[in-house]
Structure formats: structure tokens, C-alpha cells
């Protein structure tokens, strides 16, 4: 019976502590046309035809040309811009880290 109450009590522990642990952040990079922009978001279609939404953060700057070389404004994201995003997302939401502009 003690050896039923032990176990028992390493399996509540254990559910307890996946439960309370959170899930593993993921990344990668999407690339697209840019169908969307706004202070909050940008959304991103890609050659298959799916839209995929980005998440930006107040002060997202992170804004560059396809080498990484020169910096842009967000202005310069209008829709049709292809572009290739570096995302990483967790609870599925995917939050935009940085924005490489691609030549026409």
C-alpha cells in the first residue's frame, strides 16, 4: 500500500511540473510578399498562397536590406515588398525579429 501512495504521489509531481513548465520556444524565417503593414503586425503571403501573420513590438527597428547591411525605414514595407522575416514564436503566436527586404 505505501509503495501505491509513493507512486501515486511521483505522478502527481511529475503531471504537476509539465503542466507549469511552458512550452519550448520555436524559430525560423518565412519568406513572402507583404500583403499587410501596421505598427502592430505584418502580414507576410508566401508561394503557396498562405498569409501568415507576424506580431512587431512598439519599438521594432529591426528593419534591413537582403546582405544585412543597410538599415530601412518601416515605410519602406508596403504591400508587394518581398521580404524574408526571422521569427520566433511561443504559445503559438510568432513574434517578428528581424525584416530582410529582397529585391524586386
Same mark, same amino acid.
Given at each position: +500500500?505505501? !509503495?501505491?501512495?509513493?507512486?501515486? *504521489? !511521483?505522478?502527481?509531481?511529475?503531471?504537476?511540473? +509539465?503542466? @507549469?513548465?511552458? !512550452?519550448?520556444? *520555436?524559430?525560423?524565417?518565412?519568406?513572402? #510578399?507583404?500583403? %499587410? @503593414?501596421?505598427?502592430?503586425?505584418? =502580414?507576410?503571403? /508566401?508561394?503557396?498562397?498562405?498569409? #501568415?501573420?507576424?506580431?512587431?513590438? &512598439? *519599438?521594432? /527597428?529591426?528593419?534591413?536590406? *537582403?546582405?544585412?547591411?543597410?538599415?530601412?525605414?518601416?515605410?519602406?514595407?508596403? &504591400?508587394? #515588398?518581398?521580404?524574408?522575416? #526571422?521569427?520566433?514564436? !511561443?504559445?503559438?503566436?510568432?513574434?517578428?525579429? =528581424?525584416?530582410?527586404?529582397? %529585391? %524586386?
Amino acid at each position: +500500500m505505501r !509503495a501505491v501512495a509513493i507512486l501515486v *504521489s !511521483a505522478l502527481a509531481l511529475v503531471s504537476a511540473i +509539465m503542466i @507549469v513548465s511552458p !512550452a519550448p520556444a *520555436s524559430a525560423g524565417t518565412y519568406v513572402g #510578399t507583404v500583403t %499587410h @503593414v501596421s505598427s502592430a503586425n505584418i =502580414k507576410v503571403k /508566401d508561394n503557396a498562397g498562405t498569409e #501568415t501573420s507576424f506580431l512587431l513590438a &512598439p *519599438s521594432f /527597428d529591426q528593419v534591413f536590406s *537582403s546582405d544585412g547591411k543597410t538599415t530601412y525605414q518601416m515605410s519602406r514595407l508596403t &504591400p508587394g #515588398t518581398p521580404v524574408k522575416i #526571422t521569427y520566433h514564436s !511561443a504559445l503559438g503566436v510568432k513574434y517578428c525579429d =528581424k525584416i530582410n527586404v529582397l %529585391h %524586386h
